[in-house]
Structure formats: C-alpha cells, structure tokens
C-alpha cells in the first residue's frame, strides 16, 4: 500500500503542478471536453461578429450537414481505435450508393427505404471485411491496404458500375428526404428542418457507443488498438478484433452513402471522394489518437460537428469560405498540441 | 511449510521440444511444479526459458512433448485455455493495457475466458469492479472507484506490477509465472512483491520465476530450475545452494564472483580530477549534488527509485538538463543543456532500456555501432565509409567479444548481452572522457555480465572515467571505487568499494530488505 499511491501523484517527468496534472487528468477521462470547447467557443466567437447566427435554423443545419461526414467519422473513429487506418470509406460509400440506387431503379423501383438502408448497412459492411481480411492476411500497414482498396473500389465502380449521374432516384428515397423530424421558421420567414434521416446517424451513434462500451469486442477493439501483442497474449482474437473494425466501419460507410443520395436527391458516382481527410480530421480532433487505442463517440461527434459548422459560419463572419480549411487546419494544430501536452502532462507513458 | 509436504503435481512437462526453423530452443523438458511451491527457473539467455514458459501459458505450441495440468494432457493449449486452468504469466511488460483502467485490467480477461473468447458478449461491469477490488485488496492495493478508474499508463512500474498479479488473483491462479519480476523494483517494492507471493503461495498457488538475479532467488529461498541450452540441468535448494556453483551450472564455465575492481588500478586521487560537479540541482528530482571523478575512477551511484538518481543520470547525459549547478569536465565548463553538449564535451551515456533508448534493432550491428562516430567515418565528398564503417564495427565485436555471425547481421538476432555491448561499443567508438552506464547489466545474463564488467573495467584502467548508475548492488560493489547512495535527491553517503558490505548499503538506501520483512 505505501508504494502504490506515494508516486502515482507525481507523475513521471515532474512537468506538472498538481493543479495542471488534474486537469490533465480531467481531459484524459472525458475526450469530449476539448471539441466541445471549441465548438462552444467558436460558436461564441461567430455570435459576437455576427448575433443574427442564433437562430434555431443554424442547429437544425448543422444536425442535417453532419449526418454523412458523422456515419463515416463514427466508422474511422472504430477503426483508429483498434490501432488501424482507413482511407477507402469514401469509395465504399460511393460503390455502394451507386450500386443500390440503380439496382433499385432497374429492377425493384418500389422498394420501400428499410431495405434499401439495410442493403448499404450490408453492402459497405461486406467491403470492410476485405479490408480487414487484407490486413490480416497481408500483414501490412492498414493505411496502404485501404489506400489500395479505395483505388479499387473506385475503380471498379467508374470502370464496371457507370459513370452517369441518376437523376430520378427511387420514390421511396426521396419520400425519405422529404421526411421532417422537426421543423421551424427563422426570422427572415425562411422554412428550416432537421430531416427524419438524421435519426439514422444517431441510432448509429448510439450503437457504437453501446457496442464500445457495453461489450467485450469493444473491450477487445481498445485493447488491440493499445498493445496487439498483449492482447493476443491474453486471449483476444486481434485478427478477428480488426476484421470487425473494419467492417463496423464498411457497414457505416455504406449507411453513409445511401443517405448522401437521399440528401443530394442524385446519386453521382464521383461524389465523396476527397472527403477522406475531413472526416479524419473531425476524428482526431474529437480525441482519437492516430496511434491507436484512444477515441469515443462523444468525441468524435463534436468533432464533427465543429468542423461541419466551420464550414458553414465562416460565411456568416464576412470570411470567404475558402479560408474553411485554413480554419480546420487550424483546429487540427491545436488539437494535436493540446493531447500531446495532456499525455505529457497526465504523467503517461 | 508446503515445501515440506509434497503437495500434489499441478503442472507437468514431458520431453517438451520446440525448435524454430533450424534452431532447437528445446531440447526435451520434462518439468513438474507442485501446489504452492515457490520455484525459480535460472538460466542465460537463449537458454529457452521463455519458450518454456510461453508453451506453458498457450502463448505458442510446442514442437513435441506433452503439457498435463492436473494430470490431464492439454494437446492444445491457447491463451485462454491456459488461463482457464488457473496459468497465469507476468511478463517483463506485465501485459497491461496502458489504455485501460485498472479495474479493466484486472479482470477483463476473467469475462474473456467467462465466454470462452466469444467477444459479442456483454459486459458485466458490476461484476468487474467488484472482483477488481477483492483482487487488488489481496495485493496492498486502494479499490476504491477513484483508483479503479484510473488509466494504468498514470501508474508507476510497482504499482502496475501489482495489477498484474492482482489478476493473476482475480483469476484465481494455481500457477504463477513471473518473467524477471524485481527488474523494475526498488528493493521495498521487491519486499512488499515478496510478501503478496508469499500470501498467494499459503493459498496453495504455485509460483515459477523466471530469473537472472541469483542472489534474490536465494533470498527468497524454494526450488532452483536450471536450464541450459534447452534442456534441464539441475534442481536445488536455493536457500542451500553455493551461487558460485549455480552459475557454473548456467553457464558451463568457471565465474569469479568476487571483485572485478583491480586495487592496483586505483586511480591517483592527487590527480586534477576529470569531472567536477557542484550544486548540481533540478527541481522535484535532485539537489546540491557535488562529487568529483578521478580520470580511470568508477563511480556507482544507487539508491531507490524515486532518490532520483534516474533523473541525475539523465541529468548528467543532458537528456533532462540540470537547472542549476556547474559541470567542469579537464578544468573547463561544460553546458549540459542537450545531448548534443554532452557528447560534444566527451560525456556518453550508455541507457537503462536498449531496446526502446538505445539500439536500431532491424539495423546492423555496423549502423550501430557507428552513429555516435559517422564523422569520423566520412570519405571524399563527405559520404561515410562502407569499409571504415565496417572496420570499426569488427574491431569493437573483437574487443567486447560480441556473439554475431556477421557485422552486417541486425542487432534484433543477437541475445541481450551482446544487444547491451553493441550499445556499448558504440560509446567506447567516440572514445568518451566519461562513460555513464545506466543499468549496465538489466536484463543480462550471468555470462553477459562477466563479459561486460570486463570491458568496463578495461576501460578505466586505459584512463576513462566511468559512472555506473544501478540498484544491483553486488555489480556496483564488485565494480566501483566508491559508490554513492541517494536519499531524497541528494547524496547521502558515500562508500569505498572495496570495503563496502551489501547490508551497509541497502540500509544507506532506506530499503532495508532482510530476513524479518520476508518471513520464509
């Protein structure tokens, strides 16, 4: 008892007063915190240029921009968790949006939107599973494998699947959109809503938090992220741990994509792409390390919602929106000094 | 005293073989360990211990051989499987998830074997925290919810030791194995571990340590293993057995046990000294530090962990620089705010953890010996010497008599002794004024050992000033001219080496460690 606790307090380097050690400590048990500032301050700060920001209809834009950015940072955010990297849900949301909504179109055009949603949850989820099974089987770095896959989904799909835009999506997809959860009017008389698709994204927020912290693979998904040889030394399945990660992350991508062409009422076979380093950005920034390990639900949505809103305010502030990845750089910077400082801080080692 | 009372067999090798590509790492074990016995398995490294014991905790398969566990033969042992019967192994890293909390480390694995390693399965976090806190209460360890929620890479080394073992607890293990437990420990620390093994040791749990320090084995007393080239040598009382003997049994050559130090050698102490320090000083670590050092003078310094001679270590090699003091190396100052400064001025520091501080492990044993000196290697045009390079990597294996089949071969092949001299050919190729070596002899081998105090030696008597800072006693005390002891950040007393006494030292320490706190 007396060798326990004496030096648990003072930390490794001796850095740290016992005042900024607490609340480093503070930040390391609640990731949310540091995103959730800074969307609070940016809000703040976007309310002093320009007061006319609040407004209800802001909040129900930023809820509807986030739902695809937010289904694929959910999906990178397991992914990170389990000490891997994915840069190819971009091109499975895009394979499989494309896909199902010309399968639809062609050969089932009054198919209602339940199966369509679970024909991208399945699809994207199967395209996962080839990352993870590479991953494993090859034994290589998860960022060459997937930059590898994104390539070849992409490819497949521009070379085999089309490359016209549809214009005329399924009814029942654009029955969905039309969908409102909630809505209101802003000042200037101007209808807004929050469509019911948003629901999507939080039922999958809501699963992933159960599935990270109510299971054991969620267990087993942080403790093969952190150290995979200790966790294959006790027992846990890494490979099967990482096939999961990957697939979890599939599955949300193709969610993701089937609800981009429900939103953007096209499906084109060009769309997502590019958006890769976005929504890893909104991940780190919302606490994952890209080391692995470390990331939560909680983090990652404000993460995302921080830079959703950027990329909307700036506008609002008199700033020309091309300053919008300056701006996200910005935060990005700042969010990987700030965890630095806490592990350093915080004593880890 | 289960010793005395043949308690049934738990755990039972027959002709164990495990052999690697072509090399045979076991050569036909047959092991047998009993209900609460206290064992210690001793042996050079590369002598298949830890195959051994990996086999035996499911981590790998054997070659041939069987495994029984009360008798029963286990012809598939897996990680689960083995813990399942009540094995549980402390490896040098413990198995800790850093990410986690403690109440996580404790006894998430009882949930993974619970399902069998099904992982959809829900977890039962009442049940967790629950059993987390009898097991850590078994230990000496707070299992109040503050405590159990914390993230394990906050934790110092014995106190993460203890989680360790407080899953083996959680598990209710019948078998125990710890790979080099005390390496990381104070000698309190390693009092309080002996006293929680001997708890668990009452409760009828076998435990088997995997060991390079002999004298604590003896200490700690039960049965000696020796293996040597994949097989089975000897079993002996510890408490009885000549140390002397059992390294010759590790080893298969005869090793002076006594003091390295030559009194012939012993530096002129009218000389100007080599390295003054005065008022040396960083805040929460050390303070008002002041020694000289003769040249061909060797310094130990030791004290607990936390005395902060680590930090006055790194202090001296610039990796944490000092706040205040003077460092004055031959008559002139030296700045010791980096590094760089420090190797410039003719400082090499030699670390405590090769393998994470150290050495390029997938690099050969040339690109390692040769970083400190690429200077010195540069050709026409400024490009470094293949042949230089390779000329200075085969003199420095001749000189430390480094085990390697080739300078080109990566440093990862090598046994950790020969890892330990390839880091410190590296600092003897910059031909240093002074030599720190941190933990010189970690994780060695006895065999190692010898070879390596040698060269230590060798080197002070050819004029270099040596600083060896370490919490193995008998290495400083067969090594040093004088040996300080850290108290609080600060020296506390210094000793002649040549007529210091163990007991002298541990109770300069403040970590007396005898008979009465461990009762046998």
């Not at chain 2, 403690?102 to 976090?125: H, I, K, P, S, Y």
């Amino acid at each position: 008892m007396s060798t326990a606790d004496t030096r648990a307090t003072s930390g490794e380097g001796g850095i740290a007063t016992p005042g900024t050690q607490r609340f480093a400590e503070w930040v390391a048990a609640h990731p949310s915190a540091f995103p959730l500032g800074l969307l609070l301050l940016t809000c703040a700060l976007v309310a002093m240029i320009n007061p006319a920001f609040l407004q209800i209809g802001n909040v129900y834009d930023l809820l509807r921009a986030s739902v695809v950015t937010g289904l694929f940072a959910l999906g990178v955010m397991v992914v990170l968790s389990s000490g891997g990297l994915d840069v190819s849900f971009t091109a499975i949301g895009a394979l499989v949006m494309y896909v199902i909504t010309r399968y639809v179109i062609d050969h089932a055009p009054d198919m209602p939107m339940a199966p369509i949603l679970v024909a991208g949850l399945v699809g994207g989820c199967l395209l996962g599973v080839i990352n993870g099974v590479l991953v494993n089987l090859l034994r290589a770095p998860a960022l060459i494998i997937t930059i590898a896959t994104q390539y070849a989904f992409r490819g497949f799909l521009l070379t085999f699947i089309g490359t016209s835009l549809v214009m005329n999506i399924p009814a029942s997809m654009s029955a969905f959109n039309d969908l409102t959860l909630v809505q209101g009017v802003n000042a200037d008389g101007q209808r807004v809503r929050v469509p019911a698709y948003f629901l999507v994204f939080a039922a999958a927020a809501v699963v992933s938090w159960l599935m990270l912290n109510k299971t054991l693979i969620g267990r087993a998904v942080y403790a093969t992220g952190a150290r995979p040889e200790i966790a294959a030394r006790l027992g846990f399945n890494v490979a099967r741990v990482r096939v999961f990660a990957f697939a979890w992350a599939g599955a949300l991508a193709g969610l993701a994509g089937i609800l981009h062409v429900v939103s953007n009422r096209l499906a084109n076979p060009f769309d997502l792409a590019g958006n890769e380093l976005t929504v890893i950005a909104a991940v780190v920034i919302g606490g994952a390390r890209i080391t692995g390990g470390t990331g939560t639900v909680g983090g990652t949505i404000s993460g995302v919602l921080l830079i959703t809103l950027v990329g909307s305010v700036l506008i609002q502030i008199g700033v020309p929106s091309i300053w919008r990845t300056a701006v996200i750089g910005a935060f990005i910077i700042a969010a990987g000094i700030f965890y630095a400082w806490v592990d350093r801080a915080a004593g880890r080692s | 005293m289960p010793r005395d009372t043949p308690a049934e067999v738990f755990l039972e090798t027959r002709a164990l073989t495990r052999r690697f590509g072509g090399v045979q790492a076991l050569r036909g074990v047959d092991l047998s360990l009993r209900s609460g016995g206290l064992y210690h398995l001793l042996g050079e490294n590369g002598c298949g211990k830890s195959t051994l014991i990996k086999i035996i905790s499911g981590a790998q398969p054997a070659t041939s051989g069987e495994v029984l566990i009360n008798g029963t033969p286990r012809p598939t042992l897996d990680p689960i499987a083995a813990q399942d019967a009540g094995i549980e192994t402390v490896y040098q890293d413990f198995s800790l998830l850093p990410n986690l909390t403690v109440a996580e480390n404790v006894a998430l694995t009882r949930q993974l074997v619970a399902t069998r390693g099904r992982l959809l399965a829900r977890l039962d976090w009442g049940q967790m925290r629950a059993l987390a806190r009898d097991a850590l209460r078994v230990v000496g360890l707070p299992g109040d919810a503050a405590f159990l929620g914390r993230s394990v890479d906050q934790l110092p080394i014995a106190t993460r030791q203890l989680i360790a073992i407080a899953r083996a607890v959680a598990a209710r293990a019948r078998l125990v194995i710890m790979d080099e437990p005390t390496t990381a420990l104070t000698r309190r620390e390693v009092a309080h571990l002996i006293r929680v093994i001997r708890d668990l040791q009452a409760d009828g749990t076998a435990l088997l340590f995997v060991t390079h320090k002999l004298e604590e084995a003896k200490e700690i007393g039960g049965t000696g293993i020796v293996m040597r080239d994949g097989a089975f040598v000897a079993e002996l009382d510890m408490q009885t057995a000549d140390l002397g003997h059992v390294a010759e049994l590790m080893t298969n050559r005869r090793l002076d046990q006594s003091r390295y130090r030559a009194e012939a050698h012993k530096p002129d102490a009218d000389a100007p000294p080599r390295l003054t320090v005065r008022g040396l000083a960083r805040a929460g670590s050390y303070d008002d530090i002041a020694f000289d050092l003769a040249p061909g003078e060797i310094l130990g310094i030791t004290g607990l962990l936390d005395s902060g001679r680590n930090e006055l270590a790194l202090g001296l090699a610039g990796l944490d620089p000092p706040q205040a003091g003077t460092v004055t190396l031959d008559g002139a100052p030296v700045r010791l705010s980096g590094t760089a400064e420090a190797v410039a001025a003719g400082i090499a520091y030699v670390p405590e953890d090769r393998l994470e501080e150290g050495l390029f492990l997938e690099k050969s044993i040339t690109d390692n010996v040769t970083t400190a000196v690429l200077g010195r290697l540069r050709g026409a045009l400024g490009v470094i010497s293949p042949t230089r390079a390779r000329a200075l990597a085969r003199r420095m294996v001749k000189q430390l008599r480094i085990v390697a089949p080739d300078v080109g071969a990566p440093v990862s092949s090598l046994s950790g002794g020969n890892q330990q001299r390839v880091l410190i050919g590296r600092w003897l190729a910059r031909e240093p004024r002074v030599l720190i070596l941190h933990g010189p002899t970690v994780g060695v081998d006895v065999g190692s050992k010898d070879t390596i105090f040698r060269i230590i030696q060798a080197q002070a008597e050819a004029g270099m000033s040596v600083i060896i800072v370490s919490d193995d006693i008998p290495e400083l005390i067969q090594n040093c001219d004088r040996i300080a002891v850290m108290q609080d950040g600060r020296l506390a007393q210094v000793f002649d080496g040549a007529t210091a006494e163990p007991q002298m030292l541990y109770a300069a320490i403040g970590g007396i460690f005898d008979a009465t706190e461990v009762p046998a």
